[in-house]
């Protein structure tokens, strides 16, 4: 269960302190120009190590293209893709190869498979999502291609919420804060968290833009179901809201319904989404992530054979996820979205026509 996508189908393989993360796509059309600086820029916005609000953990995190692109371009067949692991210090796990971290996978892999490998988190580590990012990358090609853009930035640390939604601003923010006059409390919320051994959750808004009516597919396969799908497939994302999400559950139908008018909506508390269809609107959704569970305080536990434990963790980790996820879950969009403009190849039949004409 390593694979998502119906025609822009992506599968991914690695551990955290394996060979390496890869990744192969199928369903890349034939004929787009692989942009390869564009793709390894992406990968730079989530690789850690590059201040105090993320991990130390330095990959170089350079992409190697196995397959499916000749001279530039994608050939159509399927694109093989792997990123190197060389910044592993797996000597740091040594201490807890047969304890269960709380608030990890330790406990349900150790039980699911009778093994795992303890090293940075195996599988379970988020280094995974490295894969994610390089696989949105090439989803983002598609997208340009219909001059539909993705956008991510963190709109909450903690308590600490942005009063105003800026992209500019996310984009060249240490934490991508969306609001430049909440981001230095931001900052300083993770810095003493850090200092007091602990971690901390945030949120994160992904919004897409210039999105044509008719992504998503009913009923299986609704645009929300599929967002739902992704994003809550993604490490320590506990919760996803869609447009208004949960707050839509307090309103009236009257407040709640986008009016609609010959110039187009009066509003957006849907988030662009329809009877899990775009409606041509900006998607908002807002994504949920738990602090990280890797923490430098004394935590109680047991072994594998039920002993308890005092614990007390080395290693090298985020002090908040939200941060570098708010790459990951914008990646995850763009990969939903190509694949709901791929599955419309076939919802009228003018659209074979035109392939066939
Ligand atoms: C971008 C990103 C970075 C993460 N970094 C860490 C980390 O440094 N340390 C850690 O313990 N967990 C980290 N996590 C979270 C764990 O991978 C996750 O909590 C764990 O796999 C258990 O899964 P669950 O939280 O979904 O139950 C990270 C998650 C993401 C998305």
Do not use: W
Not at 199 to 224: C, H, M, Q, R, W
Not at 295 to 316: A, H
């Amino acid at each position: 269960m390593n694979t998502f996508g119906k025609l822009f189908r992506i599968t991914t393989f690695g551990e955290s302190h394996g060979s390496g993360i890869g990744c192969v796509i199928d369903g890349m059309p034939a004929g787009i120009f692989i942009d390869l600086e564009f793709i390894q820029e992406e990968l730079n916005r989530r690789k850690g190590g590059q201040n105090t609000y993320a991990t130390q953990r330095k990959e170089e995190d350079r992409i190697q293209i196995l397959s499916g692109v000749f001279e530039g371009y994608s050939t159509g067949m399927p694109i093989g893709i792997f990123i190197e692991n060389n910044n592993t210090k797996s000597k740091d796990y040594d201490g807890i190869k047969d304890l269960f971290r709380p608030g990890h996978g330790d406990f349900t892999y150790f039980h699911k498979y009778g093994i795992r490998d303890y090293r940075g988190g195996g599988r379970s580590s988020a280094r995974e999502s490295v894969a994610r990012v390089a696989s949105g990358a090439f989803a983002k090609l598609i997208l340009r291609e219909f001059n539909i853009e993705t956008k991510s930035g963190i709109l909450q640390i903690g308590e600490i919420q942005a009063q105003k939604i800026d992209f500019a601003n996310a984009r060249k923010s240490e934490i991508f804060s969306l609001d430049k006059d909440v981001e230095n409390l931001q900052k300083e919320i993770i810095i003493n968290t850090k200092k007091s051994h602990d971690s901390i959750g945030g949120v994160a808004l992904i919004s897409a833009f210039n999105i044509p009516i008719g992504l998503g597919e009913p009923l299986y396969y609704k645009l929300d179901s599929a967002i739902g799908e992704l994003m809550l497939g993604l490490n320590g994302v506990k919760a996803v809201e869609i447009g208004d999400g949960i707050n839509s559950a307090k309103s009236l139908g009257s407040s709640n319904n986008d009016q609609i008018r010959k110039s187009g909506f009066t509003s957006n508390h849907s988030g662009g989404i329809l009877g899990g269809i775009s409606n041509g609107e900006q998607i908002n959704i807002k994504v949920y992530f738990k602090p990280t569970p890797s923490i430098f305080k004394p935590q109680k536990t047991i072994d594998e054979n039920k002993n308890e434990v005092d614990l007390m963790l080395k290693g090298r980790h985020d002090p908040c996820i939200a941060i570098r996820g708010s790459v990951v879950a914008e990646s995850l969009l763009a990969i939903i979205l190509a694949d709901m403009l791929l599955l419309n190849m076939v919802s009228k039949i003018e659209h074979l026509k035109k392939i066939y004409k």
